[in-house]
């Protein structure tokens, strides 16, 4: 079967835009020109990436400890390895506030293992044990379609998408953290919180890499993603970086740069223990409340995911990336 490609130039000169398109067998591409410079980078597929959020919350609930996250985490690695990357699983065990014991895993995928320049995406794979701000059922399990899948969704489509174009100049790994939902509601202490990505940032051995970039909750319609205070205390540069990219290819609307206030995510952790600049592509609801009425509630499923968002935050990662 023939694929009809796409290429898109756009020349930012004097305001002028200009666009080219042509017809070939590989796979579709978008080619950016940006002050004469050439950002040639492959199309995102949001019908494949809402595919992979809908195949996590196919399995249930990813709560850790059950036989639903052990599945999930077994297809994670598995596509992984099917697109070529380079898999490592750090299993480790934590105790959480309330005093479970949990066996965790963070999966990395690694593309041009060898590449000194490295930048590192990540994301959360595990959902919250119960809907604690749900108003009806405040102990019962729920989906955690943009909390937690959406993340895994984008980062999966990623992959593939590396995986059947040309590989960018630098090293690309993607961190899947376990156990980032089981902390304490209210922020009464963040250290509750992100226990993957606290474990990870203290036993990460010699890694390291030039920054990077955490998706949590990226797939809900209208989204916004504002610049996050933690992000804008240790990696300044690179949240200019990744918002005017967004920009650029016509994503401004999602990516704004409103400061509401920091957020103990898992980028804290990186950037404060690791030492490496990380930025959060975060959901923020001004109107609903931080996260949306449906954080944390039965109502975080696949009707809260739109593919438009998935492809703006997918589509502004990967032009980030092929830039380098």
């Not at 850790?64 to 985490?73: L, Q, Y």
């Not at 690695?77 to 380079?86: N, S």
């Not at 701000?133 to 899948?149: E, I, R, S």
Request: proline share 4%; glycine share 8%; with cysteine.
């Amino acid at each position: 079967m023939i694929k009809t490609l796409k290429h898109i130039t756009l020349i930012f000169i004097a305001s002028t835009i200009i666009a080219s398109c042509s017809d070939s067998e590989k796979e579709e591409k978008q080619q950016m020109v940006v002050s004469e410079k050439m950002v040639v980078f492959p199309t995102f597929n949001a019908d494949s990436a809402y595919a992979f959020v809908q195949e996590q919350v196919d399995f249930g609930p990813r709560i850790p400890n059950t036989s639903e996250h052990e599945a999930a985490g077994d297809k994670i690695i598995d596509r992984l390895e099917t697109y070529g990357a380079k898999v490592s699983v750090q299993a480790f065990e934590a105790t959480t506030y309330n005093g479970v014991n949990l066996k965790l895993r963070n999966i990395m995928a690694s593309f041009n293992p060898t590449a000194k320049k490295r930048i590192l995406l990540a994301t959360h794979w595990d959902t919250r044990p119960w809907a604690s701000k749900d108003v009806l059922d405040p102990t019962a399990k729920f989906d955690g379609a943009n909390d937690g899948a959406s993340g895994v969704g984008v980062l999966l489509e990623i992959a593939r998408t590396i995986s059947a174009n040309k590989m960018p100049a630098v090293g690309v790994d993607l961190l899947f953290f376990d156990g980032e939902d089981w902390g304490k509601e209210n922020g009464s202490n963040p250290d509750t919180w992100c226990l993957g990505s606290q474990y990870w940032a203290k036993n990460k051995g010699g890694y390291t890499a030039y920054y990077g970039i955490l998706l949590d909750m990226v797939g809900a319609k209208d989204a916004q993603f504002p610049f996050e205070g933690y992000s804008h205390q240790y990696a300044k540069k690179i949240l200019d970086k990744v918002w005017s990219a967004a920009s650029k290819i016509g994503h401004g609307r999602y990516f704004v740069t409103t400061k509401p206030g920091s957020i103990t995510d898992d980028h804290y952790h990186v950037n404060v223990t690791a030492k490496i600049p990380m930025v959060d592509i975060l959901h923020y609801d001004p109107v609903n409340g931080y996260f949306g009425d449906f954080h944390h509630t039965t109502k975080d499923n696949m009707d809260v995911i739109d593919k438009r968002t998935l492809k703006a935050v997918g589509e502004t990662v990967l032009y980030v990336v092929y830039a380098e």
